[in-house]
């Protein structure tokens, strides 16, 4: 067989729904300034779908530093990976910056987010240590899971954010490493990017009184968002010092390229000369670096872009919740809204043209089998760059949208283009 015979037969179960969704649902071109208005085939939306929570990726200062790297350094600068002749003080210099503000001794610049937590994982973890991990991890924590050199039975999954599972399954693999002789790493985030929930990172910390174990906290939306300076989940829960690996991607708050991991000196140290997608790979570009510092220094000094951000999410949270819309649990910028009934997929994306074509309106849909059927999910991210005239008007549209979806108006548009569809066949 030819190992592209299967590609033929499918693109899979995402891919499935291409033929119609393609630069529409998936893959869709938001194009002008990013921030809260950007232009979607040809209209302006009203655009909740960035992560670009403080504002930051069109601040001026912002800009004008990545300029400035890219004039100096160029894209290029520094050639080859940071072991061999990549290293600069900049990288060097934005590390220690990085490892102070998340209260660390040290810190090591990554590539990517979700190339660079795969790999912290690989890296840490051999054929004789067990890993613990959230049942809602994050894709990129999964696949690191999967790189795991220890057979398939060696990690445990437990339910989302219930520390009564959590303890169960330390209970197993504290008797499993009394075998193996290895250790256990749990794994899991801060802010879950689906829901909003915040991890039990201080809860989780607390148990380190009953097992021996480490652990990874993947904070890429909690960076720059929560606690009183921002430093993420665990400021916010006050357990900083019980964090042993902290990994946040720049690709949030940040509104950049590249990631970091934050730990003890000794574990970075080992972390940069045994993490191989770091060891083969060229180093992060200068003017990343640059701009990253900028960035991090705007975090620092201007709490107010957090506090803008923090009073539209309230208002926002607050005013779904005064209308009956379900938002789950969320305590963090990232806002689901649960719309609940037995729709169809065509029903669904009757309701996302509604919004876009009609009402300007662009915002993330979650469908199964990332929700349970019988839902669809809303995602809507608050940014400090929208206004509170946004969130009043996207509440009233969320109105409208949930009416026609209770009334029927979407399943008969949906029989409709059907309809149409078939007859062009």
Not at 27 to 33: D, I, Y
Not at 175 to 199: C, R
């Amino acid at each position: 067989m030819d190992i592209f015979d299967k590609v033929s037969k499918g693109l899979g179960p995402i891919g499935a729904h291409a033929h119609y969704s393609h630069h529409y649902f998936t893959f869709p071109k938001l194009t002008g300034e990013l921030g809260p208005r950007m232009t979607f085939m040809g209209k302006e939306m009203l655009n909740w779908s960035l992560n670009n929570y403080l504002g930051l990726a069109n601040h001026p200062e912002v800009r004008e530093a990545d300029n400035q790297g890219t004039q100096e350094y160029g894209l290029a600068y520094p050639m080859g990976a940071r072991m061999m002749s990549g290293n600069s003080d900049l990288h060097e210099q934005f590390e220690a910056q990085l490892a102070e503000f998340a209260g660390k001794e040290d810190a090591f610049l990554l590539n990517y987010g979700y190339q660079g937590v795969m790999s912290i994982i690989e890296c840490i973890c051999d054929h004789r240590d067990i890993i613990v991990y959230d049942a809602e991890a994050h894709a990129c924590l999964i696949d690191g899971i999967r790189l795991h050199k220890a057979k398939m039975g060696d990690y445990y999954k437990y339910n989302h954010n219930d520390m009564a599972s959590l303890r169960k399954n330390l209970e197993r693999a504290t008797k499993k490493v009394a075998e193996t002789g290895g250790g256990i790493l749990v794994i899991t985030e801060g802010v879950f990017g689906m829901s909003g929930k915040v991890g039990s990172l201080d809860e989780i910390v607390k148990m380190k009184e009953d097992f021996k174990f480490r652990i990874l906290v993947d904070d890429a939306h909690g960076f720059g968002t929560m606690g009183e300076n921002g430093r993420g989940v665990h400021e916010a829960l006050n357990c900083i010092d019980g964090i042993d690996l902290y990994f946040s991607t720049f690709a949030k708050s940040m509104a950049a390229i590249g990631a970091f991991v934050a730990a003890d000196k000794d574990i970075i140290m080992f972390l940069k000369y045994n993490m191989r997608s770091q060891i083969y790979a060229k180093a992060l570009p200068m003017p990343f670096v640059v701009g990253g510092m900028k960035r991090l220094e705007l975090i620092k000094k201007h709490p107010e872009l957090r506090e803008k951000l923090w009073e539209n999410v309230r208002a926002i949270q607050e005013g779904f919740k005064a209308r009956g819309f379900d938002i789950g649990e969320t305590t963090s910028p990232v806002t689901p809204v649960f719309l609940h009934g037995e729709y169809e997929l065509s029903h669904v994306t009757a309701l996302v043209r509604d919004m876009r074509e009609n009402m300007g309106v662009f915002c993330s849909i979650v469908t199964y089998p990332v929700v349970p059927k019988g839902q669809i999910m809303l995602r809507i991210i608050p940014t400090a760059s929208h206004t509170l005239e946004d969130v009043t008007y996207t509440l009233d549209c969320f109105e409208k949208v949930k009416q026609r979806l209770q009334d029927g108006t979407y399943k008969r548009i949906a029989e409709e283009f059907l309809a149409q569809q078939a007859e062009l066949a």
